[in-house]
């Protein structure tokens, strides 16, 4: 059986990834307006006549898309912060939730017909913070601060042309009014109570990211090992296709991590680094910004939605 998908929002980053990574398939036919994209009436039909729409819109046009959605069979996965932090939408991180007993993330991906796609620095965020707040080992009143570093890709059209012309440095901090788009999502999905303190970055290589949240164990109510933290991420994303979590024995040998690692893909790696005294930690999540943080993300999702295997288009 093959179903049909229409990218609105192709000639976007995000949206050339989705594309490039469902065009070879022949389970899915791409809806193709060309040179009637801008036309509003044809993006209707292609919004109305899709099984499924992936949204790689800003914030109000995807609202605008959305709205002129009136067959309910349409299954939509919008790639912008718009629904994020909205209840009537499912949060489209697969492994959030994930284990016997319980209904998982993926499971509750599959049966929605509206998915909001994570954005990639809280996907690592939410990746490392959310099962141990699960479990306990950060209060969820904690003050957490998450220090995050990605490549230009992640920035738009704008930046990517400013750092490719060679005008923007060689780093870049940003986000420093403290108010940056993503902290209601980071916070929403880790089940804490206060606002992250979000330091991100940009660096001058096109794409990958790492992602790194520093805790003082000594600080934390339970005071827990080194141990006992990478075991809290271990036993939460075992079985995972997508994310791992590196053996802490291979972690200790590593003198450095190299953000394009895991570039080309759909997965995640977590790593604890600890100190010897085993008092702190720096927690790091390791991910392609336009793989498992942008449009592997979305091919997954859109997997799931239509109940094909997970996997397909990623391996």
Not at 45 to 57: G, H, K, Q, R, T
Request: charged share 20%; with cysteine.
């Amino acid at each position: 059986m093959s179903y049909s998908v229409f990218i609105d929002g192709e000639a976007g980053t995000t949206g050339l990834d989705v594309l490039r990574r469902l065009e070879a398939r022949d389970d899915l036919e791409i809806i193709v307006l060309g040179d009637r994209r801008r036309e509003v009436e044809a993006r209707r039909e292609a919004l109305n006549a899709a099984d499924a729409v992936i949204l790689c819109l800003p914030d109000e046009a995807a609202k605008e898309a959305v709205a002129m959605i009136d067959n309910p069979a349409v299954r939509v996965i919008d790639a912008s912060t718009a629904y994020r932090v909205d209840p009537a939408w499912t949060y489209g991180f697969a492994e959030m939730a994930h284990g016997p007993g319980r209904m998982s993330q993926a499971e509750k991906i599959a049966g929605a017909t509206r998915v909001s796609n994570p954005g990639c620095y809280p996907t690592g965020f939410i990746g490392l913070v959310r099962p141990l707040v699960s479990a306990g080992i950060i209060p969820a009143g904690w003050p957490v601060t998450v220090n995050a570093v990605s490549g230009y890709s992640g920035g738009g059209k704008a930046m990517i042309a400013e750092f490719e012309a060679g005008g923007a440095g060689a780093f870049r901090a940003y986000g420093l009014s403290l108010k940056h788009k993503h902290v209601p999502e980071m916070t929403l999905h880790t089940g804490l109570e206060r606002p992250v303190l979000f330091a991100p970055a940009v660096g001058a290589y096109r794409q990958g990211m790492l992602v790194e949240v520093p805790l003082q164990l000594a600080a934390l109510p339970s005071s827990p090992s080194v141990e006992v933290v990478h075991g809290a991420l271990a036993e939460a994303y075992a079985g995972c296709r997508f994310v791992e979590v590196a053996e802490l024995e291979a972690t200790e040998a590593m003198t450095g991590i190299d953000p394009e690692g895991l570039n080309g893909t759909n997965k995640m790696r977590l790593h604890v680094f600890g100190d010897r005294s085993g008092a702190q930690v720096r927690l790091v999540a390791l991910l392609d910004n336009l793989g498992k943080g942008a449009s592997g993300a979305a091919v997954q999702n859109l997997n799931l939605m239509l109940g094909l295997r997970e996997e397909t288009g990623l391996s």
